[in-house]
């Protein structure tokens, strides 16, 4: 998605990866005869789709501005966040351990960034990092609907939701010449479609199993794929306190997994 959205555009690479996203999961919302839900459920599902949208559009956006591995550690922000809605939102009683997780993981982030600060990058790094961090916040919102939402709704009908609002909500502020896609780059939306299709199944099947305050620290492994994948494509340096933050992120999710959690719903009740 960050080539993609260097070369076209992130608003035009989200249309598009939408577009492929909801011909891939239509089939399988026909074909597993998913009933369309009730008005509840489907404001739900708006709501949810919307903040996800709104959050995925800033963070590609401002993924093209600054290297994969600072973007993601910035977008950390979304679990802390997502860990003090858990309890209003959601009636969630948050632990001590999961406190301390996610302090621990975030300040392995704030490590990261330290370690980068020297480097600068200008006035684009720094609108690309208010963006990402914007991007934060409507993708905690995100995370704490879609706890709520896989208590209600199968994975396969989230996924069609998701893409289905994310298609309609960039149409909207699409202009025609946005459709005309290259097709050199088609085959590279259809593998990140591709991904967000699984990726929306395996946390819709998640979140249906785990209290939020679980998994949200888990998000911190992001960051180890960005640092090894923006190395590799984009040849972008990882520094020696990179390392030591990404060594606290880990940290912290293994005391998240392995902290005591009251037990879930069963899977009929969740599905």
Avoid at 15 to 34: C, E, K, N, Q, T
Avoid at 62 to 70: D, H, I, N, Q, S
Avoid at 162 to 177: A, C, H, R
């Amino acid at each position: 998605m960050k080539q993609v959205s260097i070369h076209i555009g992130a608003y035009n690479a989200m249309l598009w990866r939408s577009i492929v996203g909801l011909a891939m999961s239509a089939p399988l919302f026909l074909i597993w005869g998913v009933k369309w839900p009730e008005r509840s459920r489907a404001i739900l599902h708006l709501k949810r789709s919307t903040a996800a949208g709104i959050s995925i559009l800033l963070f590609f956006w401002g993924l093209v501005r600054v290297p994969m591995a600072e973007g993601v550690a910035l977008s950390f922000l979304s679990p802390i966040i997502a860990l003090i809605l858990a309890a209003p939102m959601l009636g969630e009683k948050v632990g001590k351990s999961a406190v301390g997780a996610c302090l621990l993981a975030f300040s392995g982030v704030i490590v990261i960034v330290l370690g980068k600060a020297h480097e600068g990058g200008g006035p684009a790094a720094f609108h690309g990092a208010i963006a990402i961090i914007i991007a934060g916040v409507f993708y905690a919102y995100n995370l704490v609907l879609l706890r709520r939402s896989a208590l209600l709704a199968g994975p396969i009908e989230i996924t069609f939701f998701t893409n289905l609002v994310f298609t309609g909500l960039y149409l909207i502020g699409s202009p025609i010449s946005a459709m005309l896609l290259p097709l050199r780059w088609l085959p590279l939306i259809g593998a990140a479609a591709g991904l967000a299709v699984l990726s929306s199944l395996l946390l819709a099947w998640a979140y249906a199993r785990a209290e939020a305050q679980r998994l949200v620290p888990v998000e911190f492994t992001a960051f180890i794929w960005a640092a090894i994948l923006g190395a590799i494509v984009f040849g972008e340096k990882v520094l020696p306190l990179t390392v030591l933050g990404a060594a606290m992120i880990v940290a912290g999710c293994v005391i998240a997994a392995r902290a005591r959690h009251a037990p879930m719903p069963s899977t009929e009740a969740a599905s």
